[in-house]
């Protein structure tokens, strides 16, 4: 005689439920396109003035990249003879990193130059191209002006 074994019809229960609840949840985001789709082409058969073939607009669900890609720059093969800016971003304790930092990559590279945080703007928020950040002018004026062929900012804190 097989034992009665309750979890087992608590689990097959619960895998009904969840079964249930996500095809109504995609029959309720498929009515919900039918739904726009159809409203979409109503509003542009009233806009082309009752023409009696409908023009439907769709959006695709893919997402198409509107961003322009850019190549780096080649990553550098040695710091030797570089300079190399340190930017403090107000990054937890990098005030006290970025100089040990600074003292290693010397260490290892004694010809670098190392242009400390405290000679450097501090980083500012990311901007956006179309509304560039004041901050982030200066920031690039100070690294020509220092000819930085590397710069370390903020840190893994």
């Not at 190549?71 to 040695?78: E, K």
């Not at 260490?107 to 130059?113: E, F, I, V």
Request: hydrophobic share 40%; aromatic share 4%; with cysteine.
């Amino acid at each position: 005689m097989r034992r009665f074994e309750p979890w087992r019809i608590r689990k097959a229960s619960w895998r009904a439920s969840v079964v249930r609840r996500v095809c109504c949840a995609e029959v309720l985001s498929l009515v919900l396109v039918v739904c726009s789709v159809a409203a979409a082409a109503q509003q542009s058969v009233a806009v082309q003035g009752g023409s009696a073939e409908p023009v439907y607009s769709v959006v695709s669900p893919i997402g198409e990249s509107t961003v322009t890609m850019i190549s780096m720059t080649p990553r550098l093969n040695t710091l030797a003879g570089k300079t190399v800016c340190m930017v403090w971003n107000h990054a937890f304790k990098a005030d006290v990193t970025l100089p040990a930092i600074g003292e290693q990559l010397k260490q290892l590279y004694p010809d670098m130059r190392v242009v400390s945080h405290t000679e450097m703007p501090v980083a500012p928020m990311p901007s956006t191209p179309d509304h560039p950040n004041k901050d982030a002018e200066n920031l690039r004026a100070a690294l020509k002006e220092q000819g930085c062929s590397v710069l370390v900012t903020g840190n893994g804190g």
